[in-house]
């Protein structure tokens, strides 16, 4: 007490001035640095925010993360790190870590143990699957898992919990790209590397805001630099984002028009001679019908859906089809659509013609987004079959039951439920329970008011998770804590196909544990551990499973060991690109070109919504913030979303930036926005980041989804914009309030 | 992992940077595609008249913040201080929109504002390396470097009581590694580079750039490579993002109460109502004062250190002088009770001498004080009407005291013992048209102010019109003027005990306002971010 007093009293003359605390001291890696970011120990490991794959270092002293460093050794960053990345390790102390199993008891979360968390999980579900079927459970994972933790839970959902309704929030994601590669290629796989956007003539992004989302693929890119290849960049976005500045060509395309763009585009190829007839001959079929059907959409029809100039349009065929590599990538502007899956093969179909896949520079790529999205689309058991199998072929089945040592018909012959059909069994009441895993859909799933009336219709909801309280775990019934990215071992897989090295670095807090060993334990309460994890001790027993099971496939993890991957920086499976002898995984083994109409996007906007609004990402924040929220830096950085609106539209409804405003649409309401007047987005749309809880986008989003890939259209719905009235104003006071809790908790911490 | 990163990417080309797939091998041999970047940190030693300076390159920038997260990293900073801070500037009509982003740390001028204001020579611009550092272990917290920068480069950190910078990562480029921000970012646009001192004087167009307060201030050294043939007109993204400054609570106190101790005396040495029971209140009030602004320091146990530099720095000079106006009023205040209880030799003489040097002391502080807020980087301090209102308050406040202190002066002088003591001319009295005269200067002053603030060129000194303008300050600006208005009703009703209070509340309101009001020059920042009181 007195010392604390002298303390305070020091403190207040400014005789201690923290001198400690803000030391610099010799790192002997890294040099001159604060003395509290100084380690004892720095541990390989990958970045667990998004899919470009990042290697990093973590550094630790005492079982703390103390610094993250890129790792120069790895092919994909070089060494850089996005801010994220780069005070990753913030995330492993943060307060809002989820610590102790918690079950609703009389209506409150209170903690109890382990066993009883697993106990009442596993007694429950099978409670329920007795009164309405096993299929009346519903699971929905995730892209943040580890592989090996992925193909854990598939076989524990389908072969111990009994119901295909198994689905990640991948399909929130990359679905589109999954169901346009199978479509067009006969299988799941993105063909190229990042190494092809150093080596292509012409990049083309289409609705890919790398600088936001994925920054550290920008220097492939750059053009500037001394040595670098020239080369042109064209960037499709109806926004002037971030990436659309570094472009040479951006053609700020009406919304959803990309279809006319690429099947524009494929015309004035055929038309002018530029596409690769042998390639076309020899590898592909549909081409004639294609031919014809693209007959129409001539530059001027194309100009007219597009909102370009038939020259804009002109010069761009040119600059893709005389290039001698072209590659084009994409992410969410694609695939957030209700023709996400066609869009993809619109794509491919400009990359077939022109022979510009299976080759150094040339391909049609996806930029996934979540750390391990690519692992669970290779190992996971929802969609498809694990290692790229599919449910309809019976060899594939078969495949498997004996690898696993099973009865063929234990495997299921068609898919079940897609994650949005899986809410939609729930207010259906054919989804009794519901499991949720790293994923958190009160924010990231579309038009939450049907969500909320879904989860609040189950009987039994189940979040597991590494924070809490999230917006979702906070309505569970049972909240199981998990280790997250930094606590647990075992294998991502990136954008480009890089299967990476995940390490531990710390020990999760409180009683968290890995996703792993919850799976296992839950396995062990159903009685199937023996059965389907035989001898399995940790996730590397996993690994070598999935090594079998993908043997011999696309994705073929046999090739390399865990060690291998760690020494190598990661391992490509399938190589540099995929598809180099031209022969596709289709029963022929040729690839498909589909004729892909152009449809306008489901809610136009009218006289009531008169603005269409589109959503995204802000490079300081990841998803639905459960993790970055918690890095006060970055939270600092952007502590609230914003709303984005032509100065024209601006004057007309005669606001002025900063002003609180209300986006309206007929599903919902989202108040107290910030006003950003900017000329970065077009006139008639508004955009506003969907990071945001406190003001959720999905709110008033769209529940309209591809019927391919199950993807929801989170890009283009219809709104009304008002001035915000006082009382729905949530008070400054209040949200610096909550921000000096925040702080003092970590004072309290530290 | 010794080697610093980017020479690591970029120096061999046989490293995982040349991939190539099998296909692809006859393209690539002819194109090499990775070639060797020339080192982001300067080769060679530094030649006498040269510094090292930053060279941002803002087409390569792509605005990722990773420099800013690297910094508050690299030197374990809290997550509301930023020593390297992202700006955004944006121009055109959509589609032909343009944005470009500014990253900055400090530009270690040639002519650092900072340093020569600083009161405790915490600052020093090193001879070898050109780098503007600061050195907490001597900054006693005053802020005023904070105010003299017009890039709001310095920054307080309450959590220790003193200002941090951005050093260039001193420690680092020393030993032969790139500061933190130049290893972080992805796109190489920050790199270090050599400055001819002399050159750089004669020409610093390059530091230049829209959204960057002008170079020429302080000879910013950064520079600036910007979009060639970018034909928009730039503006910040932040333009209306207008936050108010913090209070200075300690501040709008001591420089309102100092205004009014020098005020009181002046009238009354002017009045030839200087007494010993008056001299001992001032004196009082002025002690309580000085102790009130070491309160602003964020090391108050080091405030004698502010004298250091009166050579130099206006701060040093103001506490230099209330330090002798202070000496010279216990002075005057002792002998003025000498001279009534016990005579000794001198005391007269001294008493005469005090009488004049106290109030010039006291009015050459308040000037000096003023002179502190005339700074280049705070437009809306830096004009004429901030001497004018330190003075008229000065006036204002005094000429409100005196009928007051006749008020209790003439009930001492009813008690036998201190008859003597205030030997008061019965019907003494102080005319309340000065009062009236001097606070109608004093509202006068401000609002000839206001409406030259609404009405200027620049940016910095509009915004603080308008930040007067908003729904938290009206008010405030509005009941500064009323205060003044009710102590001249009050003094008119012969009521001196509520003219007094309320002329000093109107100061201090309108004090309040000229420290949060101001508007500094900074770059461009962000759209969004934290609102900070």
Known sequence: MKTALVTRLKRFAGIDTQREKYAYAHDPVYGHISESRVAEKWTKTTCGYCSVGCGMLVGTRDNRAVAVRGNPDHPVNRGKLCPKGLSEHHILSAPGRAKEPLLRKNGVLTPVSWEEAIETMVTRIREIQQRHGNESLGVVGTGQLLTEECYTLGKLVQLGLRTRNNDGNTTLCMASAVSGYKLSFGSDGPPGSYADMETADVILLIGANIADNHPILCHRVDRSSPGTKPRTLIVVDPRVTKTAMMADVHLAVKPRSDIALLNGIAHILIREGLIDHDYIERHTTGFKEFAEFVSTFTPEHVAAVTGLTEQQVYETALLYGRARSAFIGWTMGVNHSTQGAVTVAAINNLALITGNIGRSGAAPFSITGQCNAMGTRESGFTASLPGYRKFDCAEDREDLARIWGISVDRIPSARGLAYPDIIEGAVQGKIRALWFIATNPAVSFPNYNLLKHALGNVEFLIVQDGFHPTPTSELADLVLPAAIWGEKEGTYTNSERRVSKVNRVVSPPGSARPDFDIFLDIADRLGVRDELYPGWQNSHDAFLEFQRVSAGRMCDYSHFTWKQIEESNGLQWGGESLYTDGNFATPDGRARILTVPCDPFVEQPDTEYGFILNTGRTVEHWHTRTKTAEVELLNDMVPNAWLEMNPVDASRLDLKPHDRVTVRSRRGTVVDLELRITGIIAPGQVFMPFHFSETNSNIVTLGAFDPISREPNFKQCAVRIERTAMRDRRSSGKRLKTHTSNLKERTELT | ??????????????????????????????????????????????????????????????????????????????????????????????????????????????????????????????????????????????????????????????????????????????????????????????????????????????????????????????????????????????????????????????????????????????????????????????????????????????????????????????????????????????????????????????LAASKVIAPVLGVAGILASARIYLVPARPAWNTVHTPIDFLLSSAVLGCASMPLLLHVSHALDALPQLGAVVAMDKGASFPISLFILFSALWMLNHIVRTIRLSRSAMYELRASASLLNTDSLRGAFLVSFAFMGVAILFSLANQPFLALPSAFAGVLTARYLFFVSVVPLNMALTFVRTTRA
């Open chain 2, 1 to 350: 992992m010794p080697l610093p990163l980017h020479e690591l990417a970029h120096s061999d080309t046989s490293s995982s940077i040349v991939r190539l797939t099998q296909n692809g091998l006859e393209v690539m041999s002819q194109e090499p595609v990775a070639e060797i970047v020339s080192s982001l940190i300067p080769k060679r030693q530094l030649a006498a008249g040269e510094q090292y300076r930053f060279h941002f390159d803002m087409t390569k920038c792509i605005g990722c913040r990773s420099c800013e997260v690297a910094c508050n990293e690299q030197n374990g900073n809290p997550a509301d201080l930023r020593w390297r801070r992202i700006g955004e500037i944006e121009g055109g009509t959509w589609p032909n929109t343009s944005r470009y982003y500014l990253s900055m740390g400090c530009n270690h001028c040639l002519s650092a504002d900072c340093l020569r204001g600083c009161p405790v020579d915490a600052y020093k611009k090193d001879p070898h390396t050109g780098i503007v550092l600061h050195s907490a272990e001597a900054c006693i917290g005053c802020q005023y470097c904070v105010w003299n920068c017009p890039y709001s480069v310095p920054q307080f950190n309450p959590e220790r009581g003193v200002v941090g910078k951005c050093d260039m990562c001193h420690g680092r480029l020393t030993s032969g590694l790139e500061p933190a921000c130049v290893n972080a970012c992805p796109e190489n646009a920050i790199e270090i580079e050599i400055v001819d001192q002399l050159g750089w004087r004669s020409d610093h167009a390059a530091a230049n750039a829209p959204g960057m307060p002008n170079a020429g201030h302080t000879l910013s050294t950064t520079r600036i490579t910007l979009p060639e043939g970018a034909t928009a007109q730039f503006e910040r993204v932040d333009i209306e993002t207008i936050r108010s400054e913090h209070p200075h609570w300690s501040l709008v106190w001591m420089t309102s109460l100092i205004q009014l101790s020098v005020g009181v005396l002046g009238c009354t040495v002017l009045s030839r109502h200087a007494n010993p029971i008056v001299l001992t209140l001032i004196f009082a009030l002025t002690v309580f004062t000085l102790n009130i602004s070491v309160l602003h320091l964020g090391r108050p146990a080091y405030a004698w250190r502010a004298l250091k530099m009166w050579r130099r720095s206006w701060l040093s000079r103001e506490v230099l002088l209330f330090g002798l106006f202070f000496a010279a009023l216990t002075l005057f205040s002792a002998a003025s009770w000498s001279v009534v209880v016990h005579p000794f030799f001198g005391t007269r003489f001294l």
